[in-house]
T-cell receptor
């Protein structure tokens, strides 16, 4: 049983395309995180959300608490956006669950 | 400010041995979390420490333990190593600004158990 599901698992896009990565979860949560992991293994925290929408540069994250769903959007994608994007949630029992990640490749 | 540092970066052990990994958080960060990443299971939460107290714990056996010191540095110990403990172990320190948390991840310690 996976508490956090991401789709798609793999995504290839042309440079400049608009990208959407989806995350659905089955538990009650206090917060949701989006993380970015580069091929070397380094992880960067992108967003923490508990409601609504956040924007940072070309990245936009939204969350719908009622539908237990979050999306990460990348506008005007660039090859440097190529990475694995991971959704993670803190449930209300203080357990932290991770999705399996979406591997994004942006082709020049 | 220096980032999160983890030592050692690579480690090879044999089954049955024990190992201690170290994590130094960003200066001023009081929360340190540990994670295990494997190709099969992905990322999994081990535990979180705040001000020397374990605040949250994931679903790992008691062979996995940790502690945090008064300077916020944290150590993780795995006793009686098994082959399945081979993984990348990541720690992250957290900055809380109001109700917003930002985690800063270290580069990880890659452990191979033979």
């Amino acid at each position: 049983k996976n508490e956090v599901e991401q789709s798609p698992q793999n995504l290839t896009a042309q440079e400049g395309e608009f990208i959407t990565i989806n995350c659905s979860y089955s538990v009650g949560i206090s917060a949701l995180h989006w993380l970015q992991q580069h091929p070397g293994g380094g992880i960067v925290s992108l967003f923490m959300l508990s409601s609504g929408k956040k924007k940072h540069g070309r990245l936009i994250a939204t969350i719908n608490i009622q539908e237990k769903h979050s999306s990460l959007h990348i506008t005007a994608s660039h090859p440097r956006d190529s990475a694995v994007y991971i959704c993670a949630v803190w449930d209300t029992g203080n357990q932290f669950y991770f999705g399996t990640g979406t591997s994004l490749t942006v082709i020049p | 400010k220096a980032g999160v540092t983890q030592t050692p970066r690579y480690l090879i052990k044999t089954r049955g041995q024990q190992v201690t990994l170290s994590c130094s958080p960003i200066s001023g960060h009081r929360s340190v979390s540990w994670y295990q990443q494997t190709p099969g299971q992905g990322l999994q939460f081990l535990f979180e420490y705040f001000s020397e107290t374990q605040r949250n714990k994931g679903n790992f056996p008691g062979r996995f333990s940790g502690r945090q010191f008064s300077n916020s540095r944290s150590e993780m110990n795995v006793s009686t190593l098994e082959l399945g403990d081979s993984a990348l172990y990541l720690c992250a320190s957290s900055l809380w600004q109001g109700s917003e948390e930002t985690q800063y991840f270290g580069p990880g310690t890659r452990l191979l158990v033979l």
